[in-house]
């Protein structure tokens, strides 16, 4: 009876504690950080063509902060501005290519907040964005550049975990999300692009830090 009403007051405060983090009126600040690298090397066999080998690096890094307050309990609104920089190197026996990229931009969010105890659960949304990228490729010192507006609307799924009281570090699962894109090159040509696209866990390392303060 004793380890009972011992253990009822550990249950209430943890419950409190993680009620805290989500309750309405508290707020987060934080930082987003993403980071993909990816390198292939094959060697091309054509019968009665050439053979090449081909070394193919693909390296993403994206960092931003982020704000968000709580307007209900288990549900914040907020906004995040995000830098983001890309380079793709192919280079082969036959050819050199070099891209990079830089993005500038950010999104508006809403997120709904599903906890399982007092450390744990998952995060999910829709969110608005937009970006600007420049885009430089150089092939064989062939110099092009080029940039484009890129709007998008989707919705993402995050793991969410408090280590300690305040502290909040999440995770992407899943992203799904609409992008219409506007591109103007070096000669003044424009087109346009729509992409849909689903990305589960794979879309890079993709992680956030933030801290909560605020509410009552």
Do not use: C
């Amino acid at each position: 009876m004793k380890k009972i009403l011992v253990l009822i007051p550990a249950f209430l405060l943890a419950f409190q504690i993680s009620k805290a983090q989500t309750e309405k009126g508290s707020q987060t600040i934080g930082i987003d950080l993403q980071f993909t690298h990816q390198k292939t090397s094959e060697n091309i066999i054509h019968p009665g063509f050439d053979t090449y080998n081909s070394d193919f690096k693909l390296t993403n890094f994206n960092i931003g902060p982020t704000y968000s307050y709580f307007i209900a309990d288990k549900l914040d609104i907020g906004t995040s501005l995000t830098y983001a920089y890309s380079k793709l190197d192919d280079q082969n026996t036959s050819y050199s290519s070099i891209q990079t990229s830089r993005q500038y931009g950010g999104n508006i969010f809403l997120r709904k907040y599903f906890m399982f105890g007092d450390k744990f659960g998952l995060r999910a949304g829709p969110y608005l964005g937009y970006f600007r990228y420049n885009y430089k490729t150089n092939n064989d010192g062939s110099i092009i550049t080029n940039k484009s507006d890129n709007y998008i609307v989707g919705a993402n799924l995050a793991f969410v975990y408090y280590p300690v009281k305040k502290l909040g570090i999440s995770a992407m699962l899943a992203n799904l999300s609409y992008q219409h894109s506007k591109l103007k090159d070096d000669t003044r040509q424009t087109g346009s692009s729509d992409n849909v696209n689903l990305n589960v866990i794979n879309d890079g390392l993709g992680l956030s830090v933030f801290y909560v303060f605020g509410g009552k």
